[in-house]
């Protein structure tokens, strides 16, 4: 059974760091897109960032040259460190996977909680 599995949220003021990570189990993601999307409380989910298995990379405008998403596919993980944080930043952030070729995301983790205060 496939699990994306995030960890690494929590409570930081803005201006400040937080990494978060997401184990990809059930499977080898090698050959697999990996990202992020969030959604803040009365908001649409929204795309973070995404990498593919030859690690190109894309970003929302909103986090363009403060966030960067990275893989190890030796250890079936996907992060991504945030700098800089805003208050707008504020969200549930979940990892999301899909097969090679596909538009759709196929899996999608539980989440992981990122508050920032002001």
């Known amino acids: 059974q496939v699990q994306l599995i995030e960890s690494g949220g929590g409570l930081v003021q803005a201006g400040g760091s937080l990494r978060l990570s997401c184990a990809a189990s059930?499977?080898?993601?090698?050959?697999?897109?990996m990202g992020w999307f969030r959604q803040a409380p009365g908001k649409e989910r929204e795309f973070v960032a995404d990498?593919?298995?030859?690690?190109?990379?894309r970003y929302a405008d909103s986090v363009k040259g403060r966030f960067t998403i990275s893989r190890d596919n030796a250890k079936n993980t996907v992060s991504l460190q945030m700098n800089s944080l805003k208050f707008e930043d504020t969200a549930v952030y979940s990892c999301?996977?899909?097969?090679?070729?596909?538009?759709?995301?196929?899996?999608w983790g539980q989440g992981t909680q990122v508050t920032v205060s002001s």
């Open positions: 999301v996977a899909r097969r090679p070729g596909m538009q759709e995301w196929d899996y």
């Open positions: 990498i593919t298995w030859s690690r190109i990379t």
């Open positions: 059930g499977r080898t993601f090698s050959n697999y897109g």
